[in-house]
């Protein structure tokens, strides 16, 4: 059973840059099958999809975070991440990493439980 | 963007009720729709994809329907366990998007 876990710190300051990481267990992230997405939900805005990667290392992006965001692929095999600079207290939410079947169009079947991410001084 | 409003946001109903959720699309997305349930604590979990098909190992008390702008999710004869809150989902235009969620109750 695949399964996705959210690791990085839990608590940002605002202007600095968000870091996080996604490791895939029990399957390769080496796969054209899958896209490899975060999204992010606070109680204000619902979910948000952030954007995806794919195993060749092309990305996607939602416009509105276009600019202060980018998601690579790990230095370890099975890892992809996720970086968002500039932030404020907007960005405060908790962030989920996913997976996305490229057969099926939208389907996020594997969700990591996510981490929560303070944006505060 | 497109615009995804569920209505109604909290739903009250009895156990072996059938309880219908509503999803609007600000725009035609035909059946490009999934729908996800999320228990307290958990990450969502996708029940229904392309408007009404199953995911696999999800019960048939879950079902979808509808196209273009307008669909439902229907749970029927509810149980306990369905306690959570649900999302609609359009994939038919990036940015992907969700509607605000529907909270299911137990009465």
């Known amino acids: 059973q695949v399964q996705l876990q959210e690791s990085g710190p839990r608590l940002v300051k605002p202007s600095q840059t968000l870091s996080l990481t996604c490791t895939v267990s029990?399957?390769?992230?080496?796969?054209?099958?899958?896209?490899w997405t975060w999204i992010r939900q606070n109680p204000g805005k619902g979910l948000e999809w952030i954007g995806y990667?794919?195993?060749?290392?092309?990305?996607y992006y939602n416009p509105s975070l276009k600019s202060r965001v980018a998601i690579s692929l790990g230095t370890s095999k099975n890892q992809f991440s996720l970086n968002l600079s500039s932030v404020t207290a907007a960005d405060t939410a908790v962030y989920h990493c996913?997976?996305?079947?490229?057969?099926?169009?939208?389907?996020?079947?594997?969700w990591g439980k996510g981490t929560t991410v303070t944006v505060s001084s | 963007d497109i615009q995804m409003t569920q209505s109604p946001s909290t739903l009250s109903a009895s156990v072996g009720d059938r309880v219908t959720i509503t999803c609007r699309a600000s725009?035609?997305?035909?059946?490009?729709l999934a729908w996800y349930q999320q228990k307290p604590g958990n990450a969502p979990k996708v029940l229904i994809y392309?408007?009404?098909s199953l995911e696999s190992g999800v019960p048939s008390r879950f079902s979808g329907s509808g196209s273009g702008t307008e669909f439902t999710l229907t749970i029927s004869n509810l149980q306990p366990d369905d306690v959570a809150t649900y999302y609609c989902?359009?994939?038919?235009?990036?940015?992907?998007?969700f509607g605000q969620g529907t909270k299911v109750e137990i009465k």
């Open positions: 996913a997976r996305e079947l490229v057969r099926i169009t939208g389907m996020m079947d594997v």
């Open positions: 029990n399957g390769s992230i080496n796969s054209g099958d899958y896209y």
């Open positions: 990667i794919y195993y060749s290392g092309s990305t």
């Open positions: 725009q035609s997305i035909s059946t490009w």
């Open positions: 392309r408007a009404s």
């Open positions: 989902h359009q994939c038919s235009n990036y940015p992907w998007t």
